[in-house]
């Protein structure tokens, strides 16, 4: 790792293009471990990731969350699911769920921590991500929540709460938006 970090921070972009090729098995462990090394409430490290790297059944994942996000009351989620080109991870070669223990203090920090970890690790190694979180309602859903937590692994007591698409950049980091100004206040 070369990069200074806030560079790092800075040049971190959601890409929504990836090439073919699969990640290197040492890549994927380096993003893993910057996972695993996130700070967690009261130390439980309540997460847990699962790794597909088989495009037929995060194809499945893709379909199956547009039809729930097409059923939705907002019209941004709904256009979302209605959109045929769409592919909600974008046809990354690698995709890594996120799930958070329910029973623990601070599930949704824990793993939003770990999620924010492994997106600038794969950036300081010049991999491409995107944070999706529109799976979660795939693994929440009533009818088929359960179906996709047993084809997927996700432990008892577990809730998928995110997942990344991870690959080689097909295109390089456009620019990023503009900061919101005034969101710091001092007081000294
Ligand atoms: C909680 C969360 C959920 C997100 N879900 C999605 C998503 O489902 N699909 C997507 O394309 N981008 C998703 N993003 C990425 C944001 O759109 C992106 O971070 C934002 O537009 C800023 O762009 P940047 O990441 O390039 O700085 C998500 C980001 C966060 C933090």
């Known amino acids: 790792m070369t990069k200074d970090i806030l560079e790092v921070v800075k040049e971190r972009r959601s890409i929504r293009s990836y090439k073919e090729d699969q990640i ?7 993003i893993l471990e910057g996972g695993i090394w996130a700070p967690s409430g009261t130390n439980e490290q309540a997460w847990h990731f699962t790794v597909i790297q088989n495009k037929e059944l995060t194809k499945e994942i893709s379909d199956k969350t547009k039809t729930i996000l097409s059923k939705s009351e907002n019209e941004y989620i709904r256009k979302l699911g209605e959109n045929e080109k769409l592919h909600i991870f974008y046809n990354a070669p690698t995709v890594i769920l996120i799930s958070g223990n329910e029973k623990a203090i601070t599930p949704m920090e824990d793993t939003s921590a770990a999620v924010q ?20 309602s795939l693994f929440s859903d009533p009818e088929v929540g359960n179906v996709y937590r047993e084809k997927c692994g996700i432990p008892e007591e577990y809730k998928v709460m995110h997942s990344i698409s991870v690959g080689y950049k097909k295109i390089e980091n456009v620019n990023p938006p503009e900061r919101k100004k005034n969101k710091v206040n001092y007081i000294r």
């Open 24 to 30: 290197k098995e040492e890549e994927l462990e380096t």
């Open 117 to 136: 970890n492994m997106l600038l690790v794969a950036e300081s190694l010049s991999i491409g991500t995107c944070w999706i979180g529109t799976v979660a």
